[in-house]
Structure formats: structure tokens, C-alpha cells
């Protein structure tokens, strides 16, 4: 599939507004401003556009549950607090073509009633607000941004809101709380957003990718969108390629494509690394269950992904080759977990440190039998036992890789230490993982 | 006295575990900005100016490398909130430090991808070159030596960040490379992020 959001990423001079508008930049917002707002959100359901920060949700739908007769204000929020472990795309849309997201935010709004898009952008990405706040600058001088847009009386302007180093600020109602000026932690859900969500306010919280999505629709039409991939998937993915591959990378392509060609296609991953075999992937950023070798032959499609027992997530996949041992891997993750657990919900809090403990002692040659029954009692009492998804991510590692490698935790149990301990992790373990 | 019979007042039962931040010098934002400060507060509804209590601490910090609590009342009194307020966002968000830092903040990201491409040796090597555990800061405040979350880069693994600028395809063997060059020509040594195109 020709590239449709990352056509232009690599030319010199390809995030200004100057060549955004030589290759027909904005004319989805022209067109949209130009449609009601139930027509826009319309187009949107028709087109089947789905949520690209990882659950998948149908945006139209997300639309059109804003409550539009309230008489607050309404608000976008975007998700540019791209955090999830193996997930680099909204990175490359923002640095490499940020009109397009100024354009997916605007016609977000119009679809709405919304008169303000905030930006909420995770705080590591200095250098990338520093070019969405240039181009932003340059949007809002061309008239493009702020008052009278275009000449059709719409208002409406966009501002980036810089975080400060929360994983959990990419839940969608903490991104809300943080960006209130308080702690990135959930609320209790309902209310939902799209009733009440910034500042009590109806909202609708998109992730950067969806709405880049958005322009596409509008000026191609909710067929030309749906016709890219398979049913219920349509339109362009992102794909971010890491670990043990040749070429990794982000890559766009339809959802037709299969996680094997993902991997294996010189196009896309180029294979596992020299001389080494795959012996697992986690396709959806680090919160989703691995899938095995053989389990690749699927489209990496939202259902696709689904019908082999994970998900797609954030189209994040890590891919590990046969030195990866399992035990460490999913110490790794949990230390990720225990470390961002925003501290809201006991279980996930309390359960997250322990699931890491009890991994860390596995993984040094002290773990015992009954720890894996104790690994799995954590797990299975934090997984929907929280108020966000978080709990869940963070009891899958643990889950997906005693039940997929349940020998290789027995393995280090019996023989008192690791068993696969890989030339490119530290030798000494503890200064490695605290 | 005591409100329980067997926790009498000495006796080190009542005193608080909590850390307290650092007091520090007497802080006041610099003219320049509390002006920009004013400007981001436009950008949320006049009620809502706690929304701007991230972009003030970055802005303290900034003036003064990391927040105290003299800072933090700063910051207050900026976005009218309490300073228990202020202090809440500065221990939740790992990007606020409360103690001074070295000139050069090296962040290795210790998350799956990165640490399946080395990760975890070149904090190894990083630490042994520096001699600082991660978390530590040297004597002269030159290097600090933090290991930080997946920085979403992972294609380009394994990614340092050092202050606002990153990095990439740091291998553990090159550790020493990275701090002769910050130490020569600071962020000018780094590879940044390699979205930028070649020509622009």
C-alpha cells in the first residue's frame, strides 16, 4: 500500500506549512467546514476509522456520544503521550508532518462543537513540541488557527500541553486529571469524558494516529478509507518494528498485511537479526499477550490480532529471538509496571512490586515451585481488579509467559539460576534491575 | 499526652517518616518568567489556571535545575494553589527533580526494546566510566546517571536521553565516547533524534 500519513516524512523541508499546503494540506478542513457537524461524524462512523491508541474504540461512535447540547464547552484532547514500551508512531507523525494532526484536530473539533484541541504530549518529547509549537505558530498566522478560520467564521485553536514523565497519562481519563494540574491518575468511569471530561466539560480524547486519520476521510470519502484494509480495519497502520529485527522501524501498510510479513518482509522488519531465530512477539505494545512462531499468519488487524488470542494494542510489536529468556523479559516489564503504577487502585499498586519481586528472585536461582501459583494468584487478583486498563497490562507479562513458557520459569527454578542469560544483558544482574 | 497509652510522646511513634523537601535559597521567578508564565495560563480557562502547574515547574526548574520548597511556593503563589498541591505533582511526575543534578543528566531507557539491544550494559559500562550507581551524582555536579521508561524511540535502541536532547544507537562499548563528548562539546555531540531529515 502506498503510504498515506507518512508519505512525506522523509523529505527535507516535509513538516512546513509551506509544503503541507503544496501537497493539498488543510483541504480536509476546508471541505469539512463546509459539511455539518453530523455529517462529519457520519462520514467518520462510516468510514470505520478505529481508535489507534490501542483499544481499538470506533471513533465516529466516540463522537458522537460528546454531548453536544450541553450548554459547557466542549473539548478535544489528543493523546500524544505515547508511552507505551515498543510504540514509536505518533513520534514520526508529529515531527515529521504536524499539520496533518493541527488539520485532524481542527475538523475533530468542528465535528464536535469544540472551539479548543489540546495537545497533551508526553514531557520527554521536548524536541518534538518544539516543532509542533513552530509550525503551530506558523498555522496560526496563516489563518489557519485561532479566530475566523478560513475566512468561514469558525473559531476554534489548538495549544500542546507538555507532561512531565507519567506512563499513565496516556489513560485517557488521567491524561484529563494531568492535564487539569493534577496527578495523572483514572477516575471512576462513568461519567465517561464524553459527558464529563475536561474541566467537567464533554470531551473526546483521540489518540495523534486516529486523528491524522481524519483528513483522509474527509476528502477521500468514509469508502476510500474503508476499502484500504480488511473489514471493520480499515485505512492506513502504523506498525512500530523493534528488538531483533534487521530493519527496525515504523511502517506503514494496510491491515491486511500479516504479522509474519511484518517481521520478515525486507519491506517491513527484514527478519530476525543475523544467524538467530524468532521465538516470540509481543504485537501490541509490552501490555498484550506474546504470540508464538507459528501464530503469525494472521492479519495484523484489529479482529485479526484478536482471533489469536492478543491484541493489537499500539501496533508496538517487540520482537525477541531465541536468547531472550522469558523470566527476565517479563522482569523487565514488571519493573516497568511496579515503576508507573500511578498508585490510585491497591491491587495494581501492591501486586505490581510483588509480581517484580517474585520474578526478581526466579530469575537470580531462588525461586521456588509454589512461586509460579503465587505468580499467578498476584496476577489474576489485579487483572480487572482497577480502575484502568493498567492493571491488566500489568498482570500480562506475567500470565502470558508462565502460560506460553512455563518450562523455562521451571527451568530456572530447578537449576537454580538463569538458564538463558544472554551476552547483551548486564553482567551483573542487580545493578541492572535494583 | 499521648492519645494511645502505649505510644508515649519520645518515643519516636509520632514522628512522620515523610521526607520533607529541601528548603534552598529564597526562589522568585525571574521577571522573564512570570511573563511566560502569564502566557501559557491563557491558554486554559481564566478558572483554571492549575492547568499551567507543570509548565510553572518547568520553568523553576529551568531557573534553578531542580525544585525546592522554596520553589515550590513560588509556583503556588503563581498558579494560586497550595504549596501541598504543587509538591504532589512535583513527587508524581519522574521529570521534577528535588535535589540538585549534574550538568549533564544521562538517562539510559531501560524498557524491553532498548534493553534487548544492550541496554542494561551500557548502563553497566556508563556506570563504571562515571563511577555512579544509576540514581547518583557526582561530586562537581557534572554527570547525573538515571535509568528512565521506554522514551519511545525503540527503533533506534538503545536511546539515552541527556537533558532535553537524546542520543540513539548508543552500544555499550561507546559508553566512554558518549562522556568524552559531552564533556568536550556537549549536546553538540549527541545524534539527537533521527527524524531529522539529512538537508534541513
Known amino acids: 500500500m502506498e503510504p498515506i500519513l507518512t508519505k512525506y516524512v522523509k523529505q527535507p523541508g516535509g513538516a512546513s506549512l509551506d509544503f503541507y499546503m503544496k501537497v493539498g494540506g488543510y483541504e480536509g478542513l476546508r471541505k469539512s467546514l463546509g459539511m455539518t457537524p453530523d455529517q462529519v461524524v457520519d462520514v467518520v462512523k462510516q468510514s470505520g476509522l478505529r481508535g489507534r491508541g490501542g483499544a481499538g474504540f470506533p471513533t465516529g461512535m466516540k463522537w458522537q456520544f460528546v454531548d453536544k447540547k450541553s450548554p459547557k464547552p466542549k473539548y478535544i484532547c489528543c493523546n500524544a503521550d505515547e508511552s507505551e514500551p515498543g510504540t514509536f508512531k505518533d513520534h514520526v507523525l508529529m515531527e515529521r508532518n504536524p499539520h496533518l494532526l493541527f488539520e485532524g484536530c481542527l475538523i475533530a473539533c468542528h465535528a464536535i462543537g469544540a472551539k479548543v484541541a489540546y495537545i497533551y504530549i508526553r514531557g520527554e518529547f521536548y524536541h518534538v513540541q518544539q516543532v509542533l509549537e513552530r509550525e503551530l505558530a506558523k498555522a496560526r498566522a496563516a489563518g489557519l488557527v485561532g479566530k475566523n478560520i478560513m475566512g468561514t467564521g469558525f473559531d476554534c485553536d489548538i495549544f500542546v500541553h507538555r507532561g512531565a514523565g507519567a506512563y499513565e497519562a496516556g489513560e485517557e481519563t488521567a491524561l484529563i486529571e494531568s492535564l487539569e494540574g493534577k496527578k495523572a491518575q483514572p477516575r471512576l468511569k462513568p461519567p465517561f469524558p464524553a459527558v464529563a471530561g475536561l474541566y467537567d466539560c464533554p470531551t473526546a480524547v483521540n489518540n495523534v494516529e486516529t486523528l491524522c486519520n481524519v483528513p483522509f476521510i474527509i476528502t477521500e470519502g468514509a469508502e476510500a478509507f474503508a476499502k484500504l484494509g480488511p473489514e471493520k480495519n480499515g485505512g492506513p497502520k502504523l506498525y512500530c518494528i523493534s528488538g531483533h529485527v534487521k530493519n527496525p522501524g515504523v511502517y506503514e501498510t494496510s491491515m491486511h498485511t500479516t504479522l509474519r510479513e511484518l517481521i520478515y518482509d525486507p519491506k517491513f522488519g527484514g527478519g530476525i537479526r543475523g544467524g538467530h531465530q524468532l521465538k516470540c512477539v509481543i504485537p501490541g505494545g509490552s501490555s498484550v499477550p506474546v504470540l508464538l512462531p507459528e501464530q503469525l499468519d494472521i492479519p495484523a488487524s484489529f479482529d485479526g490480532v484478536a482471533s489469536a488470542g492478543s491484541m493489537l494494542g499500539s501496533a508496538g510489536l517487540i520482537v525477541m529471538d531465541e536468547t531472550t529468556c522469558m523470566v527476565w523479559a517479563a522482569q523487565n516489564l514488571l519493573y516497568f509496571y511496579k515503576h508507573e503504577s500511578c498508585g490510585k487502585c491497591t491491587p495494581c499498586r501492591e501486586g505490581g512490586d510483588w509480581l517484580h519481586k517474585l520474578l526478581m528472585k526466579i530469575e537470580r536461582g531462588d525461586g521456588e515451585m509454589r512461586d509460579l501459583d503465587l505468580l499467578l494468584s498476584v496476577a489474576n487478583n489485579i487483572a480487572g481488579k482497577t480502575l484502568c486498563a493498567f492493571g491488566d497490562a500489568a498482570a500480562t507479562p506475567v500470565l502470558t509467559t508462565i502460560k506460553t513458557f512455563r518450562a523455562e520459569y521451571e527451568a530456572h527454578i530447578r537449576e537454580g539460576r538463569c538458564t538463558l542469560p544472554a551476552s547483551w544483558r548486564a553482567s551483573h544482574p542487580v545493578l541492572a534491575a535494583h | ?200
Not at chain 2, 1 to 9: G, I, Q, T, V
Not at chain 2, 133 to 151: H, I, K, Q
Not at chain 2, 156 to 177: F, I, L, M, S
Open chain 2, 1 to 200: 499526652m499521648s492519645f494511645h497509652p502505649l505510644m508515649e510522646y519520645g518515643a519516636g511513634h509520632h514522628q512522620s517518616a515523610r521526607v520533607l523537601p529541601e528548603e534552598g535559597p529564597a526562589f522568585q521567578f525571574t521577571a522573564a518568567n512570570l511573563a511566560k508564565l502569564e502566557e501559557i495560563c491563557t491558554r486554559y480557562p481564566a478558572e483554571r489556571r492549575k492547568s499551567a502547574i507543570i509548565a510553572a515547574l518547568y520553568l523553576a526548574q529551568g531557573q534553578q535545575g531542580y525544585i525546592t520548597l522554596s520553589a515550590m511556593r513560588a509556583v503556588a503563589a503563581a498558579i494560586r494553589c497550595s504549596t501541598a498541591e504543587v509538591e504532589d505533582i512535583v513527587y508524581f511526575y519522574t521529570m521534577f527533580y528535588t535535589r540538585p543534578m549534574g550538568k549533564h543528566i544521562v538517562m539510559v531507557c531501560r524498557t524491553l526494546s532498548c534493553a534487548l539491544a544492550g541496554a542494561e550494559r551500557v548502563t553497566e559500562t556508563l556506570s563504571k566510566e562515571l563511577g555512579l550507581r544509576p540514581g547518583e551524582t557526582d561530586a562537581n555536579r557534572e554527570f547525573s546517571l538515571l535509568e528512565v521508561e521506554c522514551l519511545g524511540a525503540c527503533d533506534r535502541a538503545p536511546v539515552v536521553g541527556v537533558n532535553d536532547d537524546w542520543h540513539e544507537c548508543q552500544q555499550p562499548e561507546a559508553a566512554k565516547a558518549l562522556i568524552d563528548g559531552l564533556r568536550a562539546a556537549g549536546a553538540g555531540s549527541l545524534t539527537g533524534c533521527h527524524l531529522k531529515v539529512a538537508g534541513e
